[in-house]
């Protein structure tokens, strides 16, 4: 079983974290007393976020990475071990957006959200979970997916939703396999949060080819939760073991609660149809 959480003086590493979710995340895990290793591919916003921590008083080391790069990944996690001896915390939270229908969508699309969102997720998980298996004491994982994951309509944004779909799995699976070795596993699904994330293709590198279009501009998240908000109920389902946190605009709750519910309606016609004899 895990044991009891405890973050002071501890290392957390988060990725995508020199940008909304992920620097809140830094902000509030660094106020807790935790070292914080801010790592993204935007090097001069983990810098900035790095420096920020340290004016607060803060212990916290930017490093460069690409997550979709296992090599990359591995640098990071020698850089977060040099430094730091362990990491206790690792939020899985760099992740990438687009709109737009599968049609219109390429390969290069596709391929830029799976190797970001999903590959991202493993080459991290392949990196870091070797060291820290070799820890005792409390260690934690937490994924960042989306309430995407559970929309029963994600039309116009089905590879992005297919993405985090995929997240909840591992995660899911991560909880169950990771158990025994002291592990707490946590999935963490905002929604519309006030971050840059409509416009993730500033980060889009080059070989994976041309820019998609973005039908909803790139401009700020509409009706959106604070990240302040987001990070206070992820670091307060992780210090519980929560399953899954779910951090949303509280005008939106009903209307996901009823994406939840329509899966639910579907899944439940179809077994009533499994019972019926066939034509
Ligand atoms: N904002 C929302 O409404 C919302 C909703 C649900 C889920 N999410 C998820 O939250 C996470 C954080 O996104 P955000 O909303 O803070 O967006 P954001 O764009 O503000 O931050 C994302 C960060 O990830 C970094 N990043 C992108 N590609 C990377 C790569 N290859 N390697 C390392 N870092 C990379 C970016 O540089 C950026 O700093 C993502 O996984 C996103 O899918 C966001």
Redesign the pocket.
């Known amino acids: 079983m895990p044991a009891h959480a405890e973050l002071e003086g501890r290392t957390a590493l988060v990725?995508?974290?020199?940008?909304?979710?992920?620097?809140a995340l830094c902000a509030e895990l660094s106020d807790r007393g935790m070292a914080i290793v801010v790592?993204?591919?935007?090097y001069e916003?983990a810098q900035r976020v790095a420096a920020g921590l340290r004016q607060r008083g803060g212990t916290a080391l930017a490093v460069a990475?690409?997550?979709?790069d296992p090599d990359s990944v591995e640098r990071l996690a020698q850089a977060a071990y040099a430094e730091y001896g362990s990491v206790e915390l690792l939020c899985n939270?760099?992740?990438?957006?687009l709109f737009g229908t599968i049609e219109d969508s390429s390969l290069g699309d596709w391929r830029w959200l799976a190797?970001?969102?999903v590959e991202?997720l493993l080459n991290s998980l392949h990196a870091f979970l070797p060291r820290m298996s070799a820890q005792t004491g409390w260690k934690h994982v937490m994924n960042?997916?989306?309430?995407?994951a559970f929309l029963a309509d994600p039309s116009f944004t089905a590879l992005?939703t297919a993405t985090?779909q995929a997240i909840v799995a591992v995660t899911q699976g991560l909880r169950h396999e990771l158990r025994e070795q002291g592990f707490g596993v946590t999935l963490l699904?905002?929604?519309?949060?006030?971050?840059?994330?409509l416009?993730?293709q500033?980060?889009r590198?080059e070989r994976f080819g041309r820019r998609a279009d973005e039908p909803f501009g790139t401009g700020d998240?509409p009706l959106?939760i604070g990240?302040d908000e987001v990070a206070r109920r992820a670091v307060a389902g992780l210090l519980a073991d929560a399953e899954i946190v779910f951090a949303l605009p509280s005008e939106g709750l009903e209307q996901f609660r009823g994406q939840l519910e329509e899966w639910w309606r579907l899944a439940d016609d179809a077994l009533v149809r499994h019972t019926e004899p066939l034509a």
């Open positions: 990725t995508g974290g020199a940008s909304g979710i992920g620097a790592a993204d591919i935007d916003g990475v690409d997550v979709s939270n760099a992740g990438v957006l190797s970001v969102n991202g960042t997916a989306s309430t995407h992005y985090k699904c905002p929604g519309q949060a006030d971050t840059r994330i416009d993730s500033r980060n590198p998240v959106a990240v």
